[in-house]
């Protein structure tokens, strides 16, 4: 046996060459040795380690097989959120997005020639790998930590599975790296890979897999990680996330510097010019797709130059820098079997259609849907029809087409059902009512819905399982099919009833003992303080997504004036239209919406964050654009500011309209506009709605009269700062989360109104026109040092 140090030697030595080895395997297709040789190295690695277990370090090749398995996933909070694209799936659609960005960098674009509109964008093309998209934490070159995507801001922490994948490297090789890199990429299973491991689940009597990246989502997502080393995964980046420390000016650039330590990149990677040359590159990865050793859904642009993807910055939940351009779908001929009827969280009725299984762009497919009945008769479709089935963005199986001259003579037609498939309440079609200038018309929705609310176990599961989401009151534990059972037996019917639920009655539940009842009873009890935007989006109100849940509860502050609100305040507030605003305004008017919000409270429900109406929205309303929102017939908002300037009080307004003389003087209105406002006015029922629109403004502090606030205690409150050109020491998001953290609204503009332009190197024309209306400027390290002091004094 060789003593310690002559083993550590040799041990060092075998690692090495092992990595070396992977590395020129797995990563760059060029292995050196033969198998044999490579098997007898690894050998003589485990044998030293177990003659000398104090030797052993996670770093080793050998720890790649898996260590125990997890009784679950911890959660991971990404740092930096790992958000997805937004989608072309025509050429317009990229010569779109192309145009967007030439128009978002502006200036920042060097001029092309004389009768050109500057220069064409650099790009960062590769294949859009169909996986599983993970992140790779990098200490120090250690790799530290795995974790899958999940909603963008949180994932799993899957570190012991990432480790068992043979060319994610567990140290960086060479030198230079950041002290903390965090990879991005994406886990997928190849063609050969897939078929093995579905012939070996056959083999053994197991289920195959439907596509690779099913294969590959699940064995990345096992709590063994020995089940997850025996797996045919790799690894491919294309990004970075959170990183401390200096890397290189462009998106090629830093994926090549990834490469260099020892990352597997794609080797279709390529940078173009403009457009037209991302277009060729689309069109000859898809004539090479189907020889590809691994399955794609498309093609991924991204802007190659970081300064710029930092100016251009992101909308929602997709940088303005990137975009998939997806493949067409894929098509196949079955038969529809039947038509099903499914009842979902608001009631809809939708129908389901149930197909002849069929392989379409390699997944099974048995269902499809139909959207609603009107999409049933857009297509003529009948059951026994043989149908033209595709899978769009190759994911969501959808009915395109019926092959009409296949139709059988027992053809039979699709009729919605008259009563509930689940709770036997009636099914009515919905009505649409479209409001404008004063006026409603009623029209017949494309949606059925079972008039049965909560007492429709469907609708009843559908809205608990959505209350106690992890978006929602994130109540752990309580998952779909304990929500099922919970109501089944009679237990919930309501999301107030969770509140009320015992230990006798968990206990007899079947799948509980003694300590999960008691985790389960406790989890609910921590849920009773959400914070109001939570329990807003938690109530399911039809179109209020989390989005919209945080604005109200942001702008008003408190859940009895979002209870109150009158459709026509809500739509003051920004993104919120009418139909969304009569959607929640409808809702809380429903007594028995009421009696559960009651309830909840009665129960202990305690809500976080309530407080008064922003400041933003303080004295936000004036009269011209009230007077416009009235949608009295032939007044626009010219005529409105008229009126409003004439007039300057609601009362003052309707006194005019009756007063044919006064308004017959009035500059500015026609005829008709004049006879439109007495009508409207001499309606008793118009003058009680404006009336009480105008009260509720006024006890908002949101009418024309009230008075303006600021954020207090904030030291930019009040202010609008802009923020133009490349930041160094962060990105552009963070700056402006800082900012709007001390009270600043940040905006896309320059304008008198600015307070302040923070200007980086490749600042163009908004620095011009801080200039030219002697704006304060600073640069970023004149920035960080105002933020520094403005974070030290509060």
Not at 270 to 281: D, N, R, T
Not at 517 to 535: C, E, G, Q, V, Y
Not at 570 to 591: C, K, M, Q, R
Request: with cysteine; net charge negative; hydrophobic share 40%.
């Amino acid at each position: 046996m060789p003593d310690v140090q002559t083993a550590a030697q040799r041990i060092s030595q075998l690692r090495s060459q092992i990595d070396a080895h992977n590395h020129r395997y797995y990563v760059l297709d060029e292995p050196s040795v033969p198998d044999a040789e490579y098997d007898r190295l690894f050998r003589e690695l485990q044998a030293l380690e177990a003659e000398h277990p104090q030797l052993v370090t996670a770093q080793s090749p050998t720890q790649r097989v898996g260590g125990a398995a997890l009784a679950a996933f911890g959660e991971v909070r990404h740092e930096v959120p790992m958000l997805s694209l937004g989608n072309a799936f025509a050429e317009d659609d990229l010569l779109d997005f192309d145009r967007r960005v030439r128009e978002g960098l502006g200036d920042l674009l060097p001029a092309a020639d004389l009768f050109g509109g500057g220069a064409p964008v650099e790009y960062c093309c590769e294949p859009k790998l169909d996986g599983l998209a993970v992140s790779l934490l990098y200490r120090d070159g250690v790799l530290v930590r795995g974790a899958t995507r999940g909603d963008g801001s949180t994932g799993e922490d899957i570190s012991s599975n990432v480790r068992t994948l043979r060319n994610v490297p567990l140290q960086l090789q060479g030198e230079g790296y950041p002290a903390v890199l965090e990879v991005r990429g994406e886990v997928f299973m190849s063609k050969a890979g897939f078929e093995a491991l579905n012939a070996r689940q056959l083999a053994s009597g197991g289920k195959p897999f439907a596509n690779p990246r099913n294969a590959a989502a699940g064995s990345l997502r096992q709590l063994d990680p020995k089940i997850t080393a025996s797996r045919p995964l790799e690894f491919c980046c294309y990004g970075i996330g959170q990183v401390e420390g200096e890397l290189a000016a462009t998106q090629v650039g830093i994926l090549q510097q990834l490469k260099g330590w020892g990352l597997p990149i794609s080797r279709e990677l390529k940078k173009v010019e403009g457009a037209e040359q991302c277009l060729a590159y689309y069109r000859d990865i898809g004539e090479r797709r189907s020889s590809l050793a691994y399955e794609i859904d498309g093609v991924v642009f991204k802007v190659n130059d970081i300064g710029y993807q930092r100016e251009l910055g992101f909308r929602a939940r997709e940088p303005r820098w990137a975009i998939a351009h997806k493949f067409p779908a894929s098509e196949e001929l079955t038969e529809l079997l039947d038509v099903e009827f499914q009842v979902g969280r608001t009631g809809a009725v939708t129908p389901v259609a149930r197909l002849k299984p069929v392989q379409v762009a390699g997944v099974t497919v048995s269902n499809a849907t139909l959207h609603n009945m009107d999409e049933v008769a857009r297509l003529g479709l009948m059951i026994g029809d043989t149908v033209i089935i595709r899978r769009a963005g190759d994911v969501i199986p959808q009915v395109v087409q019926v092959v009409t001259e296949r139709r059988p003579a027992d053809a039979r037609p699709v009729h919605i059902p008259e009563q509930c498939p689940v709770c036997g309440s009636a099914v009515e079609r919905t009505q649409l009512v479209k409001r404008s200038k004063g006026r409603e018309t009623l029209s017949e929705g494309a949606v059925y819905r079972c008039v049965g609310r909560l007492s429709c176990q469907a609708q009843l599961k559908q809205a608990i399982i959505h209350f106690v989401s992890r978006r929602a009151l994130d109540i752990e534990g309580l998952g779909d099919k304990i929500v099922e059972q919970l109501v089944d037996v009679g237990l919930v019917a309501s999301p107030a009833d969770l509140f009320t639920l015992t230990y006798e009655q968990v206990v007899a539940l079947e799948g509980f003992a003694e300590l999960s009842t008691r985790n389960l009873l406790t989890a609910i009890d921590a849920s009773r303080k959400p914070t109001l935007a939570r329990f807003i989006y938690a109530l399911g109100i039809p179109d209020v997504g989390e989005e919209t849940a945080k604005l109200l509860a942001r702008a008003l502050g408190s859940l009895a004036r979002i209870e109150q609100a009158l459709p026509e305040v809500l739509t003051w507030l920004p993104d919120i239209g009418a139909e969304v605003a009569y959607e929640i305004h409808n809702f809380f008017a429903d007594s028995h919406n009421r009696q559960v919000l009651r309830q909840l409270l009665e129960r202990g429900i305690q809500l976080q964050g309530e407080g008064e109406l922003h400041a933003e929205f303080s004295a936000c309303t004036t009269l011209a654009a009230f007077i416009d929102k009235l949608q009295i017939p032939f007044i626009a908002s010219t005529g409105a500011e008229k009126l409003a300037a004439q007039t300057g009080s609601l009362q003052a307004l309707i006194e005019l309209s009756q007063d044919w003389l006064s308004l017959s003087a009035l500059k500015g209105l026609n005829e008709k506009a004049r006879q439109s406002l007495r009508d409207y006015f001499a309606n008793p029922a118009n003058v009680a709605k404006a009336c009480l629109v105008e009260a509720q403004l006024r006890d908002f502090g949101m009418h024309w009269q009230s008075q303006k606030q600021v954020i207090q205690g904030l030291p930019l409150a009040g202010q609008t700062w802009v923020l133009t050109g490349t930041l160094e020491a962060m990105s552009r998001d963070q700056a402006k989360q800082q900012l709007e953290a001390l009270g600043a609204k940040v905006a896309g503009s320059v304008s008198a109104r600015t307070h302040c332009v923070v200007a980086g190197p490749g600042a163009g024309s908004k620095l011009d026109k801080a200039t030219e209306l002697a704006l304060p400027v600073l640069d970023e390290a004149a920035f960080l040092e105002r933020l520094a002091e403005l974070q030290a004094n509060e």
